[in-house]
Structure formats: structure tokens, C-alpha cells
């Protein structure tokens, strides 16, 4: 018999201590007191036996929680590797909804956006954040992102300022660059009218943008700019990327509070405490 037919019946042919024969000759398990053989139809046999393996429940317990930790641990590679490819900044892996400080009045939309994410893709609707500085869009599309990649769907969240100079860097690849961006199931553009306002920026933002369109999958954008901006556009050249920006997105405005200020000013705050504490020593 070669070793995979050994291996087939090592289960009942390696009993534990505590295991014990029945009075139907099968042996039991002395734990669960579960068979972990079971006896061929009457009258077959398999390589000269007439019984064959059977997991008691102690078994199966252990066999399905190895089952369990293998499929966590192939899982949280996966969310890794959607990670390291969709985050330009490793920062954002921590833009969570679990880290969330709750002073985001809009962040139900968020979530209500992962929640019914399938609707979402099939009837492409994106998002237009915009708002004041720091009031935490960035933040918003982060645990929209984050969210969907611990669902093991791919996001890529980049900014324009890193698409302008990964062009500039890849003359012969843009089309390919582009059609890259555009696979994603869901791309954010993150600080979109920061970058350079040039004629070939211009002339790239609105070729990404209408490649997105195209492709018919949902897009999210953070912006300082207003609403107003966005609908009354300087120029052609904007008008036609606002145009196709409108059209996709559906606006938000996020009026939380102004973290960076906040925080800022709680810096200063504990300095003083810091200076005060020092003169009195």
C-alpha cells in the first residue's frame, strides 16, 4: 500500500489514549464519544479493510477552525496587497471608520455608500466632496476606501500632482497608465484642482477624468473648490472636466470641524502647558 493509502486511514489506525472500541468494533472518540470510523456498505472492502475514516466531532471542530484561520489569514494578504497597491500614502490605511472621531456630520453617507456599494458600481454614482479646508473629505473617501478593501474590492486612491508627474515619467505608457487607473472598481482623486493649472495638466486631468467616464465605474473626488467653482468653470479647458465631473458625481459637502486647526491648536496648547510647567521649576 503506498503512502497515500496509509494516509487515508491513519485516522483510524493512530487512536488517542483516551480513544476506546465500541461494541459495534468501530472506534470511538473519548472525548465526544463520536465514532471516527464508519463501516463500508455491507459486504465492500477498500485495499483489505472494511471501514473507513469518520470525523467525531472533535475533529471537525479542530478541522474547521483550521479551515477558518486559513481563509482570515489569505484574507488579510489579500487586504494587504489591495492596500500596498491602492494607498499612495501608507497614512491612509488608518483613515477608518473605527478611528473616526465623530465630527463629521456627513459620515452616515459614507458608510451608507460601502453598504450599498453593488448599487453603487451598477449604477456608477460617485461623489464629489467638497468643502472648507480640513473639515476631513480626504478622511471621508479614506473609509469609503479602506472599508471596500476589507471587502477584498480593489480602490485606488491617488491625487493628480502623483498622476501629472507618473505621466511626465512614462511618455510611450500613458494610455496604458490610464487604463491602469480606470480598471479599479473604484477610483479616488484626492485634492483634485491643486494640481498645476497648465495647459498639459489640464489637457491629462481631463483625459483621466473622461477615460473614467468611459469606463463607466464610479468615481470619488475630494475638492476645496465650491460648488459654485465647480458649476460656473473659468474657462473651456475646466468647463469640459467640471462637466464630466458633475455628471458622474453626485456633490457633498463636509462640514466637519477643521481638524488641522483643532490640532494645531491643541499642540499649542499643550506647549504652553509645557513652557509654564518649566518656569515654575
Known sequence: MCDYDNAIFRLATEAEPEDYTGEDGLLYCGSCRQPKEAYFAEGKTLFGRDRHPKECDCQRKQREEREAADREQKHREEVERLKRKGFTDPAMREWTFENDNGKCPQMDYAREYVECWELMKAENHGLILWGSVGTGKSYFAGCIANALMEREISVCMTNFALILNDLAANYKDRNEYISRLCSFPLLILDDFGMERGTEYGLEQ?????????????????????????????????????????????????????????????????????????????
Open 205 to 281: 486631468v481631463y483625459n483621466v477624468v473622461d477615460s473614467r467616464y468611459r469606463s463607466g465605474k464610479p468615481l470619488i473626488v475630494t475638492t476645496n473648490l465650491t460648488l459654485e467653482e465647480l458649476q460656473n468653470p473659468e474657462d473651456t479647458a475646466h468647463a469640459r472636466i467640471y462637466d464630466r465631473l458633475t455628471e458622474m458625481c453626485c456633490p457633498v459637502c463636509i462640514t466637519g470641524e477643521n481638524f488641522r486647526k483643532a490640532k494645531a491648536q491643541a499642540k499649542m496648547e499643550r506647549l504652553k502647558t509645557l513652557l509654564n510647567r518649566k518656569e515654575s521649576l
